[in-house]
């Protein structure tokens, strides 16, 4: 791959700063620099998440996105609302047509409701060069909607991430080149602040000996793939700041799986209690990936515990012979892993995940299981009816008992209230 012409597109990353915080100002008629804000997940439950902070609620008051409601003190000038998910939305599109006139729909990746990445290349004949026009584009969104933002510009779209998450949330815009990276770089650690490495994985590196992005960088390449298949490949060559995927598909081939995480409201228990959301959640994770057209081997749970709990949490993966997008084949899975991982403490928080997928090509029938087709056929007509009458429409019987989830999460947007 080294031997590749690297990719030398003008590509921008761009962060909307406080994004939830202050698409509220601008709706309460708030200057979000000066009021101290915080959007909270839920005003009925005490330990529901900080999703976003003004920076006033940063510096003044040491509250920020992830800290808990009972974390805020009770001060007059603290301002606090609950999240307007479709407002939010409306605000992100709204945002998107703005960069819209400035570069074809096309060039548009949006990665997330407040960050998106913009391809500039092309377009210097009409707004200059990609620094004139990235700040143009900054410029214009705070004119219209008052929300500041951050731009990270680079050849690729990896570099250009980096630029963001690295250094321009603080200087506003920062660009970055392939020379760029052994200075600024290669002496990030701990690892997990760049972008693509989790704290898992962090921790493998770190028990190769590895700890810095150059010495990521300077690892045997050969040896990272034996040890994480194509994600070795994929850390070497970012390590490098290479990446040669393109807008509308994932960074790397082989890095997509469908997941799901969810805040539990109140601490659950017991096994049976968590199995009524693992199920339901397990349900949305298959609908995704035969939705998608895939079938994946490895599965994962993540859970952690209550703040109170003395044990910490895991996140345990386990791949199965067959791939699967059935969601009791999944479900079968998660209760394994958890019952091998549970502490038996409250639990608070859930995650699930399929990954290590593959096209949903043709049916591998199995002489001893003679129900499989059906089963194939009711998932997908299931998805059908949920699609066209809502998500609700048709539920297990679990949903319906205490511990479910599914019902009170479908007047939810994003996991939050619309």
């Known amino acids: ?91 992100s599109m709204a945002i998107t047509k703005l960069i819209a006139q400035f570069v074809p729909r096309e060039a548009i990746h949006v990665y997330s409701v407040d960050e998106s990445f913009i391809d500039l290349t092309g377009s210097e004949t009409l707004w200059g060069s990609p620094e004139k026009m990235a700040k143009a584009i900054q410029q214009a969104i705070f004119q219209q909607f008052h929300i500041r933002s951050a731009i990270g510009l680079g050849p690729n779209m990896l570099m250009a991430k980096l630029a963001l998450d ?11 080149t392939y020379e760029d990276v052994p200075k600024k770089l290669w002496p990030v650690r701990p690892l997990s602040k ?77 096994r049976a209690e968590i199995c009524v959301v693992l199920l339901e959640m397990c349900e949305d994770v298959a609908r995704r990936t035969r939705t998608a057209g895939y079938v994946g081997r490895t599965i994962s749970l993540g859970l952690s515990y209550s703040k109170a709990a003395m044990t910490k949490g895991f996140y345990r993966s386990k791949t199965i012979t067959e791939p699967t997008n059935e969601t009791l084949a999944i479900y079968k899975t998660c209760k394994e892993l958890l019952d091998t991982h549970f502490a038996g403490e409250p639990a608070r928080q859930l995650s699930v995940r399929i990954s290590n997928v593959e096209q949903e090509r043709s049916i591998q029938l199995d002489l001893f299981d003679t129900g499989k087709e059906q089963r194939l056929l009711l998932g997908h007509t299931v998805d059908s009816i949920r699609e066209r009458f809502g998500a609700t429409s048709v539920l297990r019987a679990v949903s319906f008992t205490k511990p479910g989830t599914a019902i009170s999460r479908e007047r939810l947007i994003g996991g939050h209230l619309a």
Not at 28 to 56: C, R, T, Y
């Open 1 to 91: 791959m080294m031997d590749s012409p690297l990719p030398n597109r003008s590509i921008i990353c761009i962060d909307m700063q406080c994004f939830y915080a202050s698409c509220i100002a601008m709706l309460e008629g708030l200057d979000v620099m000066k009021v101290p804000i915080a959007v909270i997940g839920n005003f009925q439950q005490p330990g529901s998440v900080v999703l976003a902070a003004s920076p006033p609620m940063k510096e003044r008051f040491r509250i920020k996105t992830g800290n808990r409601r009972y974390e805020i003190p009770n001060h007059p000038d603290i301002r606090l609302f609950e999240p307007k998910m479709s407002f939010f939305l409306d605000m």
């Open 166 to 176: 690295l250094e321009a949330k603080k200087a506003g815009f920062v660009k970055w």
């Open 194 to 270: 760049m972008w693509g490495i989790g704290h898992r994985m962090e921790v493998n590196l770190n028990n190769m000996g590895i700890f810095t992005v150059g010495g990521l960088a300077n690892m045997n390449l050969e040896a990272l793939e034996q040890r994480f298949g194509v994600m070795g490949n994929q850390l070497y060559y970012h390590a490098h700041g290479i990446d040669y995927s393109t807008f509308g598909e994932p960074i790397v081939s082989g890095q997509i799986s469908f997941g799901k995480g969810q805040m539990l409201m109140r601490d659950y228990a017991t």
